[in-house]
């Protein structure tokens, strides 16, 4: 069998990072892509009819706010996933650890527990299946011989992965050569990564723990493993976990930036936290840590556009329209359009004035009269 080499094997697995969605249904890991961020179309007459709801009757304003109330509901959802995805390299907008084939096979296997219903298997597909099982058995004797066999124990991967994608196997056959590639490559994030959310979305969450927290040991300042961690704390309703990880991290920063500088970024560390008390709806910290970050990191996007976000849910609009503007001033070219969309959707969703306050009946403006 003729095996491809191990470079052509890990650019594979660079070309899948994408879409896992394995992340809290509390911050956005947002996988689909990790921030799923649909763009909302500005409507003018929705303009119009803002104007017009001014004049409406108090019934009628009262089903908008009620409407509007259901579309806040669904923002504090995503913002509170747009706050986790801001930290990362940069920016974590629509970025995932794991790749789209990950992606797509997570969409079609649940976790572990839960029942699943069974593929249907047509000729093409079983075609497909044993041309895919007889690469593997091939791969596996290339093991046999060669147990370190980083291509071939990557092309076993991709394989078992492509069977799970056509229900013909388990992601829990990809995770003993992830353990050995994540071994064998004690530098490279991917694949630890990958181990530890394949771990988690196959429920062994004991175990993408370990794996996370054993990055963080090899590599304290490692922001994908903190990340992951984090993120899988609160999936598990931890929060308090969470933030102590992160606190604590902040509190040996400097000292460990002191022996070997960068070892720790602080900045993002901080946004991180930030992003977990917004989540938890704590949003004078949140915003206390945002605008210590924009006074020391006056070229950084980020803290803008977290405390934007954070004014969002607080419904401070102007505040919001104000900040993102100016995250998308700072921001990377490649991300300013994503913010212009997050802008877009905030001018979309802000919802009717509430005057009823200041009405008054018939009656209760003749009894106030003189």
């Not at 991917?190 to 990055?215: C, F, N, P, W």
């Not at 556009?305 to 102007?318: E, N, S």
Request: charged share 25%.
């Amino acid at each position: 069998m003729q095996v491809g080499s191990c470079a052509e094997g890990l650019q594979g697995l660079q070309e899948l990072q994408g879409n896992l969605n394995v992340h809290s249904p509390h911050l956005p890991i947002s996988p689909s892509p990790l921030l799923p961020i649909s763009p909302a179309r500005f409507s003018p007459l929705a303009f119009i009819m803002n104007v017009v709801r001014v004049q409406s009757s108090p019934v009628s304003r009262k089903r908008d706010r009620k409407r509007f109330g259901a579309a806040k509901q669904h923002r504090r959802i995503t913002t509170g996933l747009i706050l986790v995805c801001i930290v990362v390299g940069g920016f974590f907008l629509g970025r995932s650890t794991l790749s789209p084939l990950f992606g797509s096979i997570f969409k079609q296997q649940q976790p572990a527990g839960q029942n699943a219903a069974t593929p249907v298997v047509d000729s093409t597909t079983a075609a497909k299946q044993t041309e895919l099982e007889t690469q593997a058995k091939g791969f596996l004797a290339v093991l046999q011989r060669q147990p370190e066999d980083r291509t071939a124990l990557t092309e076993l991967v991709n394989t078992r992965v492509e069977l799970a994608r056509i229900g013909a196997g388990s992601l829990r056959d990809t995770i003993e050569p992830l353990e050995k590639l994540a071994k064998l490559n004690p530098e490279d994030n991917r694949y630890s990564i990958l181990l530890a959310q394949t771990k988690q979305h196959t429920g062994d969450l004991e175990g993408a723990a370990t794996v996370y927290r054993s990055m963080l040991e090899a590599k304290p300042g490692n922001m994908e493993a903190m990340e992951g961690l984090v993120t899988l704390l609160m999936a598990q309703k931890r929060p308090e976990a969470a933030i102590g990880l992160l606190q604590d991290t902040l509190d040996t920063a400097p000292k460990l930036n002191k022996i070997q500088p960068k070892t720790v970024d602080e900045t993002s560390v901080k946004l991180l936290l930030a992003s977990v008390y917004a989540d938890q709806q704590r949003y004078k910290e949140a915003i206390a840590i945002y605008d210590d970050t924009i006074k020391t990191n006056k070229d950084d996007f980020r803290p803008l556009w977290g405390k934007a976000a954070v004014l969002q849910l607080q419904d401070k609009t102007d505040e919001a329209k104000s900040l993102f503007n100016a995250a998308t001033e700072l921001a990377p070219a490649k991300y300013k359009d994503q913010i212009k969309a997050r802008i877009k959707q905030l001018k979309a969703e802000t919802p009717p004035p509430d005057n009823s306050a200041n009405e008054s009946s018939p009656d209760d403006g003749e009894s106030a009269s003189p």
